[in-house]
């Protein structure tokens, strides 16, 4: 993806992406607030046919860059796979997807009933993508890299136009992955909210995108065990460190307890059941009250694809 995000395509961008990932509401909660000591503004993206923000991307990629036929092959956690295994057989293209060994059931049967062959390669997400890697080489395949993408960082920038139209907010706190949301969510407010301070957050448990974004370098760690599976990240994209870098203001690491404390909240607070990745924005609150005490915060609630075991813990009286 290196420097090629470009704010002219993410302004236009909806024009080419479902309208069921479009235009989502922004919820505020008095009691929220009142718990963290700011205001809070978050961007809900999970009420839609593959509970996430990934089906922006994955729709404009799909019309902008795949040719007519053209069978795509990918790694994920889950969510990309659905919006790839979506967007791609509707507009008639065969996908496969890479998951680790140790995926998530429920995102594993979303992305069957969304037309994918599910393959299971590795003991985590690097894992998978190394495996989809090869099968693409071998089988004369389109491998498709979430983060390494123009178009699907593009199209995840349409989900900060859209808060940057709503509500005018101090600081955004932004999930970083592989890095598509963080590219296009920050590429769209420097330009639409310039003001804002943007602030990239990664689980402590999979440090590698810190680490790197840092150094100005790509360091890989050993593992990447966090419950936070869609910001599981062990080994960085090299092209993507220096847009990352311009697209934030500071890069913080929530811990596993503050993750699912976060989650919490926003289900006690706002009756919303979201993945340990979607809660991970309000999980950087949670853990730094004074940092944004008194300020308007905008956060997305990216996903909401949550293993059955967890779920059944989150709601537990």
Avoid: W, Y
Avoid at 31 to 55: R, T
Avoid at 238 to 259: G, K, N, Q, W, Y
Avoid at 280 to 308: D, K, M, Q, W
């Amino acid at each position: 993806m290196g420097s090629t995000v470009e704010i002219a395509n993410v302004l236009t961008a909806s024009r080419r992406i479902d309208p069921v990932f479009l235009d989502t509401p922004t919820t505020t909660d008095t009691a929220l607030d009142a718990a963290l000591g700011c205001h809070v503004l978050a961007k809900v993206e999970i009420a839609n046919p593959i509970g996430s923000f990934k089906g922006r991307g994955t729709e404009l990629f799909a019309a902008k860059a795949l040719k007519r036929g053209e069978a795509v092959v990918c790694a994920s956690a889950g969510n990309f796979g659905q919006g790839l295994a979506r967007a791609a057989s509707m507009r008639g293209h065969a996908c496969t997807v890479f998951v680790a060994e140790t995926a998530n059931p429920v995102k594993v049967d979303a992305m069957r009933r969304l037309g994918a062959e599910v393959r299971f390669a590795g003991v985590d997400f690097d894992a998978a993508k190394e495996a989809a890697r090869r099968h693409a080489s071998e089988c004369g395949m389109r491998f498709v890299e979430d983060g390494a993408e123009p178009a699907i960082a593009e199209g995840a920038g349409t989900v900060g136009l859209e808060l940057a139209a709503a509500a005018t907010f101090d600081v955004i706190v932004v999930q970083l992955g592989n890095g598509a949301l963080l590219a296009g969510v920050g590429t769209a407010l420097r330009h639409a909210a310039p003001n804002a301070e943007i602030i990239a957050v990664v689980a402590e448990n999979a440090p590698a995108m810190k680490r790197s974004l840092e150094a100005g370098r790509v360091i890989e760690t050993d593992c990447a065990n966090t419950i936070a599976d869609g910001i599981a990240v062990r080994v960085p994209i090299p092209a993507t460190l220096a847009l990352l870098r311009d697209c934030c203001d500071a890069v913080v690491a929530v811990s596993e307890d503050r993750i699912f404390e976060a989650m919490k909240l926003i289900h006690r607070s706002i009756g919303l059941v979201v993945e340990p990745a979607g809660a991970a924005g309000l999980a950087a609150v949670v853990a730094e009250p004074h940092r944004f005490a008194g300020r308007r915060v905008a956060t997305i609630l990216c996903g909401g694809n949550i293993s059955i075991e967890l779920r059944d813990r989150l709601l537990q009286p």
